[in-house]
Nanobody, 119 residues
Framework: QVQLVESGGDLVQPGGSLRLSCAAS????????MAWYRQAPGKQRELVAH???????NYADSVKGRFTISRDNAKNTMYLQMNSLKPEDSAVYYC?????????????WGQGTQVTVSS
């Protein structure tokens, strides 16, 4: 049974940084492309960043140059380093497996981790 657990969310001031983690179990993590999504209140869930099994990355235009997606296959963990945070980055952040940025997520959604950017 696949389990994805997000962590690292917090309240941070504009311009601040956070690193989110996604711990995976029940799957051969190294063989899966992965993605970070976010959902703000009243808005649809949106793709933030995608990373292939080989480490190639893609980003939403809104986070390019500020966010960095990475993975540690030895730890079965994916990360999202978020810098220069803006209030509009406030959302619940989720991770999932996804073959391509245009594909559908493979697994049920976890609980997510809340990121709030506010002064």
């Amino acid at each position: 049974q696949v389990q994805l657990v997000e962590s690292g969310g917090d309240l941070v001031q504009p311009g601040g940084s956070l690193r989110l983690s996604c711990a995976a179990s029940g799957m051969i993590f190294s063989t899966y492309a992965m993605a970070w999504y976010r959902q703000a209140p009243g808005k649809q869930r949106e793709l933030v960043a995608h990373i292939t099994s080989g480490g190639s990355t893609n980003y939403a235009d809104s986070v390019k140059g500020r966010f960095t997606i990475s993975r540690d296959n030895a730890k079965n963990t994916m990360y999202l380093q978020m810098n220069s945070l803006k209030p509009e980055d406030s959302a619940v952040y989720y991770c999932n497996s996804q073959f391509l940025p245009s594909s559908f997520p493979l697994w049920n959604w976890g609980q997510g981790t809340q990121v709030t950017v506010s002064s």
